[in-house]
T-cell receptor, first 114, second 111 residues
Framework: KAGVTQTPRYLIKTRGQQVTLSCSPI?????VSWYQQTPGQGLQFLFE???????NKGNFPGRFSGRQFSNSRSEMNVSTLELGDSALYLC?????????????FGPGTRLTVT | GQQVMQIPQYQHVQEGEDFTTYCNSS?????IQWYKQRPGGHPVFLIQ?????EVKKQKRLTFQFGEAKKNSSLHITATQTTDVGTYFC???????????FGSGTQLTVLP
């Protein structure tokens, strides 16, 4: 079974621009969660989507948004990029929504904001 | 929001020595999961604990969930260079639907 895929793997953007990251979950998985990983803050939860609905949201500004499509693929958008948005963005899929399910992480998208 | 404290932040051991990382919460946890992230890689699920006092073993790895469900530990016996990486705990409590990750313990194994 193919794993979680994320595109692009690397991205360099300029302050003020916007960016869209994509995540394709494992086939049959309906929940997709997004995380931001930085050396200083660790793994921080952004949001979770299940059946095209946002189920949970972390403590991030409204510049961070996402959506999920009917095939469970998910996109994350960050508008008006700031230097502090430089991070590894990880998506994780799980069979269904809820904290009791194993999460399968993708390889991540490394975003650098200059 | 819920916080999960993980210690130590870094641990250097000689190959063959044991290693332990701890996660602590001030609130009762519903469940706790452990993940391993190799350098340059992504987190990989290791195990989930849900019952008070639960102990699970995977070869040289032993996972424990405290009796009060407020703490957990991961112990590696006789570390090998393949154990290098960052170990994260992730937990949820109460009505929280998402996992909160600990800050991780970065393990270095010296040959």
């Amino acid at each position: 079974k193919a794993g979680v895929t994320q595109t692009p793997r690397y991205l360099i953007k300029t302050r003020g621009q916007q960016v869209t990251l994509s995540c394709s979950p494992i086939s049959g998985h309906r929940s997709v969660s997004w995380y931001q990983q930085t050396p200083g803050q660790g793994l921080q939860f952004l949001f979770e989507y299940f059946s095209e609905t946002q189920r949970n949201k972390g403590n991030f500004p409204g510049r961070f948004s996402g959506r999920q499509f009917s095939n469970s693929r998910s996109e994350m958008n960050v508008s008006t990029l700031e230097l502090g948005d430089s991070a590894l963005y990880l998506c994780a899929s799980s069979l269904t929504s809820g904290s009791g399910y194993e999460q399968y992480f993708g390889p991540g998208t490394r975003l650098t904001v200059t | 929001g819920q916080q999960v404290m993980q210690i130590p932040q870094y641990q250097h051991v000689q190959e063959g020595e044991d290693f332990t990382t701890y996660c602590n919460s001030s609130t009762t946890l519903s469940n706790i999961q452990w993940y391993k992230q190799r350098p340059g890689g992504h987190p990989v699920f290791l195990i989930q604990l849900v019952k008070s006092g639960e102990v699970k073993k995977q070869k040289r790895l032993t996972f424990q969930f405290g009796e009060a469900k407020k703490n957990s530990s991961l112990h590696i016996t006789a570390t090998q260079t393949t154990d290098v990486g960052t170990y994260f705990c992730a937990a949820s409590s109460g009505s929280a639907r998402q996992l909160t990750f600990g800050s991780g313990t970065q393990l270095t194994v010296l040959p």
